[in-house]
C-alpha cells in the first residue's frame, strides 16, 4: 500500500482556537490566557506529530443506482453517486498525525485541561491541515494531467452515512499501513484521523464546497475558512 509521508503542515495559533470551536478574534479580547494556551500547545504538540496518508488510485467501472463500481470495491449513496459520476478514476485516502500526540492529550487533561483541549485543538487542526494537504497532492496531479478533481468527500457528510462509507473506505485502501484501524461503530484510531475519496477525470466539476454538505453547515462559524 503506498504512502505518503513528509508533510509540511503550516498551522497558526487561529486553527488551534478554531479546532477547538472558539472565535480567535473574541479570545484574543476576552480569554487572552487561551490564546496563550494554543501559542504554547502549538509550540510543544508539534513534535509529537507524525503525518502520514495511505492512499489508493482505483477506477472507475460503472455507476448503477447510487452504487459505484471500482476495480477492487465499491462506493454507495447518493452524496458518492452526485459527485462521482462522471469520474474515471477515484482516490481513496486514510489520512493520521498518528497517536503520539494523544497520549500526550490523555496526561494533559487530568493534570491541565487548558493545556488539554489547546493539545486537542492542534491534533485537530493539523488532522483537517493533513487532509486538505493530501487532497490538493492529488488535485496537482490531475491538472498535470489535464484532469480536473471533485471536492474532496468524506464519511459522515450528508447522504454518506458514517457507517457504511468508513467500512467501504477501509475495504478500498488499508489503514493499518498508515496505523489506522476501524471500530465497529465506523471510528477511526487514532481519533486524529480522516478519511476521504477524491473523484478524478475529464469531465468531473468541484460541485460547491465540502461545508456545503457538512451535517454541521447551519450552524458552523467557520465556514469560510475551510473553503
Not at 498508515?178 to 465497529?184: E, V
Not at 486524529?192 to 475519496?197: A, D, G, Q, T, Y
Request: proline share 5%; glycine share 10%.
Amino acid at each position: 500500500m503506498p504512502l505518503l509521508r513528509d508533510w509540511d503542515l503550516p498551522l497558526d495559533v487561529d486553527q488551534v482556537l478554531r479546532a477547538q470551536g472558539a472565535d480567535p478574534a473574541v479570545l484574543r479580547a476576552r480569554r487572552p490566557a487561551l490564546v496563550d494556551a494554543a501559542e504554547q500547545a502549538l509550540q510543544e504538540g508539534l513534535a509529537y506529530l507524525a503525518p502520514v496518508a495511505a492512499y489508493r488510485e482505483l477506477a472507475v467501472e460503472s455507476l448503477r443506482h447510487e452504487r459505484l463500481f471500482l476495480t477492487g470495491g465499491v462506493l454507495t449513496g447518493p452524496l458518492v453517486a452526485q459527485h462521482l459520476r462522471s469520474a474515471q478514476q477515484v482516490v481513496v485516502l486514510a489520512c493520521t498525525i498518528g497517536d503520539a500526540l494523544e497520549r500526550v492529550i490523555s496526561e494533559a487533561m487530568s493534570e491541565d485541561p487548558v493545556r488539554g483541549l489547546a493539545l486537542d485543538g492542534l491534533g485537530s487542526a493539523a488532522a483537517e491541515g493533513l487532509a486538505a494537504a493530501a487532497a490538493a497532492h492529488f488535485e496537482d496531479q490531475a491538472r498535470a494531467q489535464g484532469l480536473h478533481t471533485t471536492i474532496p468527500l468524506s464519511p459522515g457528510m450528508v447522504g454518506w452515512p458514517v457507517e457504511e462509507g468508513q467500512a467501504e473506505i477501509f475495504s478500498l485502501v488499508d489503514g493499518g499501513e498508515a496505523g489506522i484501524s476501524l471500530t465497529s461503530g465506523g471510528m477511526m484510531v487514532p481519533r486524529k484521523s480522516i478519511s476521504l475519496v477524491l473523484g478524478v477525470g475529464k469531465d468531473v466539476a468541484a460541485e460547491g464546497r465540502s461545508c456545503d454538505f457538512c451535517n454541521l453547515r447551519e450552524t458552523c462559524r467557520y465556514q469560510d475558512h475551510y473553503a
